[in-house]
């Protein structure tokens, strides 16, 4: 009954730390996607990268983590995951200029292709 109730225990742990795992993983995307929105709403009329959001780049928000190992697939997780994110958003502001030249509004259609643009370089430049 003993070992039973050891290998419940071990089973329900390996459970909970799973579940940690996930929710810290859902928390780092969320984080992600807040920072790749931020970085897309930082676009200046002309639509080129500045030196401020480019320097932003390097450093995609992590959280601690005390194991080296961990820390580095952190990092190259979350230059994946906001590049992958800013293609994303790339391609959305090219459906929409689409719609608004199929509405003739060209001021609109000219700005999403900026946008667009933008975040292609944006992705670009964080992709790994």
């Known amino acids: ?20 795992r996930e929710r810290e993983g859902a928390a780092d995307a969320e984080r992600w996607r807040e ?3 931020g970085i897309a709403n930082q ?6 990268l500045t ?3 480019a320097a932003q780049l390097e450093s995609p928000p992590l959280r601690e983590i005390a194991s080296e190992a961990e820390a580095d ?10 590049s992958e994110y800013a293609a994303r958003l790339s391609r959305k502001y090219i459906l929409e200029s689409e719609e608004a030249r199929q ?7 000219d700005r999403q292709l900026r946008r667009c643009k933008y975040m292609q370089e944006v992705s670009a430049r964080l992709a790994v």
Do not use: C, L
């Not at 009954?1 to 940690?20: L, T, V």
């Not at 697939?73 to 906001?82: C, S, V």
């Not at 509405?103 to 259609?109: F, G, I, N, P």
């Open 1 to 20: 009954m003993k070992a039973e109730d050891d290998s419940m225990g071990f089973f329900s742990r390996r459970r909970e730390e799973q579940a940690a």
């Open 35 to 37: 920072w790749v929105e």
């Open 43 to 48: 676009m200046p009329d002309h639509g080129m």
């Open 51 to 53: 030196v401020e959001v």
């Open 73 to 82: 697939i952190n990092y190259f997780t979350a230059r994946h995951f906001t």
């Open 103 to 109: 509405a003739d509004d060209q001021e609109t259609r």
